[in-house]
Structures are given as structure tokens and as C-alpha cells.
């Protein structure tokens, strides 16, 4: 094991860790963010500060084991399960940088979430519902179109509906490219008619004259929309077609993948479309492959007749 300085241990340690995770394991800064504040917290839980060195060796499989199952430590589940995939990380970090012999990201259990992890999609009926309760008349409403059908049909994040520019639209092929995603992996979509037209109304008769090179912006300012603005967008047409649940661009995300799966699409499609770099992510809508469930689903058996 190596002895590292305490002077510029824990946070020097953290900051290799999040430009690790930046440039090599392509995550965005707000998820290195997020890690490394869970991950200092760690350390400085187990390193008091009147130790002057930070030796590496004290950060057992119990060390961790006992961090993330301490009680009273009043965090929901959701934070809990965040914390122990932060920490599960940087030991593979410690062990792949060679500052520990063993990695002991296994000896993190995974963390059971009280929430329901079933895709919440829309039905058919009610995306039609949804995507017909826009007028497309006035260039507001332009622009929620071509917003919701860009979610609604290619289920793309909000985030990367927002930095969608204009050089990324390709009319010839009828496809538009992707390279600000949440795993910063370039990839190219295409595009149906109803999305192109779409697109191309709103940016002929709705879009402002503004030097933003960003496909949706502001009809007053013309300054590029952010992802909660992209999101604002997708919630304020639920709520005007009357539609309960959460409200929101990426339940539009599930949507696309869940009806993708119905149809009978391979999960690997599904992941390809979605950006889904480990298709464990997309795991979770064969959970709504029910055509395909019931097809296995062994027949109940009937009770010996006497």
C-alpha cells in the first residue's frame, strides 16, 4: 500500500478521482461531482484529521461495509444506493491506479430503493393525446412540438435535446448527431418525416434570427434552452393534456424504450438507441415485454381429479 501526505491527501486523492471518471470513464461533471463528494466524505469519516498520513491500508472491506450500512445516518435509500456505487468506484479506481493490491468494490452489497423501478410509460392513447393537444400554430407552439417529438420519438434526454445544434441536423440522410450525451459517446439517430417536419417549421416560421448555434433557444432572448428548460417544456404539455403521473422529458425516454420492446425489439436496439453504454441499463424494460412473458409463462396446474 502507499502512504500519501495528508496535506494534500483527501482532496488531491478526490480530484485524481474525478478527472479519472471525466476523461477516462466519460461521465459528466455533475455525476464526478456527486461521487466525489461521497467519496471525501468517506475519507474524512475514516482519517481523522490529527493523522498525519493517509494510508490507504485502513480502507478495509468492514471500513466500507460499515460506512454505508451505518445507522442513523438519515439518508434515503436512493442517496444510500448513490453513495455505494460512488464508493464501489473509487475502489476500482484505487485498486486499477495500483494504491491498493485487491479491489474491494465487492464487498459493497447492492442497496434495495423503497421507489418502484418499473418504466413509467405512457400508453399509446395517451402519447397521442399528448403530442395532439399542440396547436403548432404560434411559434411557441412550434417549438414545443418539435421539442416533444424529438423526446417523444427518439427519446433523447433532455440535456441532449438541448445542446442539439444546428450543424448536428444532416437533411440529406435525415439524421442528426449526438455528441454532448451523458456518456459523451458521438452517435448518429435518424429522423422520421413527422420529425423532420416538425424540426422544419419551427426553425423556418418559429425560431428567432439569433448568433446561437443551439437548435432550441429562447423566442425572446435567443439564447440557448437548458435541459430544465427542454423538461419545462415536456411538463407544461402533460399538464395541458391532463395527463397524471410524473411529469417530465425523460418518462417521454421511457416511453420510446417501452414501446420499442413491446413491439418486439432487441434490448440491444433499444440500448443502441438510447445511448446506453452497459446494456445492464437497459435491463429494465424486459420488464415490460409482456407479449413475451406471457409466451412463457408456465400454465397454471390443475388440481389432481379424484
Not at 479519472?20 to 459528466?28: I, M, P
Not at 411559434?139 to 441532449?160: H, I, Y
Not at 429522423?191 to 448555434?213: I, M, W
Request: charge should be positive.
Amino acid at each position: 500500500m502507499k502512504t500519501i501526505p495528508l496535506s494534500t491527501s483527501i482532496d488531491g486523492l478526490v480530484a485524481e478521482y474525478q478527472r479519472h471518471l471525466l476523461c477516462n470513464a466519460g461521465f459528466t461533471s455533475g455525476t464526478c461531482t456527486v461521487r466525489g463528494f461521497y467519496v471525501r466524505t468517506f475519507l474524512r469519516a475514516s482519517f481523522k484529521s490529527r493523522t498525519r498520513t493517509l494510508n490507504l491500508q485502513k480502507i478495509t472491506a468492514k471500513a466500507l461495509l460499515d460506512f454505508v450500512l451505518r445507522p442513523n445516518q438519515g439518508w434515503c435509500s436512493a442517496t444510500v444506493q448513490s453513495m455505494a456505487a460512488s464508493l464501489r468506484s473509487f475502489c476500482r479506481f484505487l485498486c486499477g491506479s495500483g494504491r491498493t493490491h485487491c479491489d474491494l468494490s465487492r464487498a459493497i452489497p447492492a442497496v434495495c430503493s423503497s421507489r418502484d423501478h418499473f418504466p413509467t410509460a405512457l400508453s399509446h392513447r395517451e402519447l397521442d393525446q399528448l403530442l395532439g393537444a399542440c396547436r403548432n400554430t404560434r411559434p411557441t407552439e412550434k417549438r414545443e412540438s418539435a421539442v416533444l417529438l424529438c423526446l417523444a420519438r427518439l427519446g433523447l434526454r433532455a440535456g441532449e435535446v438541448a445542446q442539439l445544434r444546428l450543424e448536428d441536423l444532416d437533411w440529406r440522410s435525415s439524421t442528426l448527431r449526438l455528441f454532448a450525451t451523458k456518456g459523451r459517446r458521438e452517435r448518429r439517430l435518424p429522423f422520421s418525416s413527422e420529425v423532420g417536419r416538425a424540426l422544419a417549421r419551427y426553425l423556418k416560421d418559429g425560431r428567432p434570427r439569433t448568433t446561437a448555434r443551439n437548435v432550441f433557444v429562447s423566442l425572446s432572448t435567443g439564447q440557448p434552452l437548458s435541459a430544465d428548460a427542454i423538461s419545462a417544456i415536456a411538463g407544461r404539455a402533460f399538464k395541458r393534456a391532463g395527463i397524471g403521473g410524473r411529469r417530465g422529458a425523460h418518462r417521454l425516454r421511457h416511453t420510446v424504450a417501452c414501446h420499442l420492446v413491446q413491439r418486439g425489439a432487441s434490448l440491444k436496439a433499444v440500448a443502441d438507441l438510447l445511448g446506453h453504454g452497459d446494456l445492464a441499463t437497459t435491463q429494465i424494460y424486459a420488464k415490460v415485454n409482456l407479449p413475451l412473458l406471457r409466451a412463457v409463462a408456465m400454465p397454471w396446474p390443475r388440481e389432481a381429479q379424484p
